[in-house]
């Protein structure tokens, strides 16, 4: 999945040199950016300050963007607004999201040129599926990404909860290229080397997390989707684990439409049944991107 729903990584095309964005501008619910990260020609990160206000469940997204153009007609502008992922954990002072960029996409062509010190629109209204309450208690978590779909995870591995609820914590991630595991593969190897994570999460737990990073298109140790290698096992055997069971497996999934569909039909062929915050089960799938 990705963190603006309407695109998804395979539709990700080469950036354009859109207008940046103004350094400020008078806008609803503004947030100020506070620091920014491109990965790659398609992927950036960035931070920004977190309304006081704002009390989110690690998981959650919300409506973030930037003031479209003046009508060549009235002169009003109106927001131009996505829903992303919160990649940072719902204790961190600031907000962290993680995009991609696309040519002429309405408000990614223009958000890829942010700086700090720029100001975005952040509705401070977090929902979402991916949150701890919507599933039943078990043994294992698999977090199940591709691409951007990364992000609500980033979140979930630095929240104290997700350890204290489970004894094994797999993140699977799989992109096209190598570069684009970079965002994910840098958190994972900065979240178990930070002390001030060792002292908040524990490093005991901390050893909880199992990395398995995959590649469609650019060579790498681990070749594949990882529908593939889960119905072929390879996942399995190369974890050491005998399979996925609704008694002691739980899963979370965040991709693009069709990768939300395959998994949803492997995890039910499993046995697992999906939750929601209204009744929780054995999985969740963000819906947010279904559209």
């Known amino acids: 999945m990705s963190t603006l729903l309407d695109i998804s990584m395979t539709e990700m095309s080469p ?16 947030q100020t950016v506070t620091a920014v990260t491109h990965w790659t020609d398609r992927l950036f990160s960035f931070r920004v300050t977190r309304p006081q206000s704002l009390r989110f469940r690690s998981g959650e997204f919300v409506m973030i963007g930037l003031m479209g153009d003046p009508d060549p007609k009235t002169g009003k502008q109106k927001p131009l607004l996505r829903a992303y992922s919160i990649a940072s954990p719902s204790w961190d002072e600031e907000l962290e999201f ?17 700086q700090p010190g720029d100001q975005i629109i952040l509705r401070p209204k977090p929902v979402g599926t991916l949150v701890h309450d919507a599933l039943l208690p078990g043994k294992r978590i698999w977090f199940f990404a591709t691409g951007t779909g990364f992000a609500p995870f980033a979140s979930l591995l630095r929240e104290p909860e997700t350890y204290e609820n489970y004894e094994q914590v797999i993140i699977t991630h799989t992109c096209r290229d190598v570069a684009e595991l970079d ?31 995959t590649t469609t298109r650019e060579e790498s140790p681990k070749m594949g989707r990882i529908t593939t290698l889960l119905e072929d096992g390879t996942v399995f055997r190369d974890l050491g684990i005998d399979g996925i069971s609704p008694e002691t497996d739980r899963g979370m999934v965040c991709g693009s439409l069709d990768f939300n569909t395959d998994m949803k039909a492997l995890l039910e062929g499993f046995g697992l049944t999906e939750g929601a915050n209204s009744e929780p089960a054995q999985y969740v799938v963000e819906k947010a991107f279904v559209g």
């Open 183 to 213: 965002y994910g593969r840098t958190l994972i190897e900065e979240l178990k080397a930070d002390e001030m994570m060792q002292e908040l999460i524990g490093a005991e737990n901390l050893a909880k997390i199992r990395y398995y990073p």
């Open 15 to 30: 950036v354009n040199q859109a207008s940046p964005v103004p350094a400020k501008m008078a806008m609803p619910d503004a």
């Open 98 to 114: 993680y995009s991609i960029k696309v040519q002429d996409g309405p408000l990614t062509s223009r958000l890829q040129h942010i």
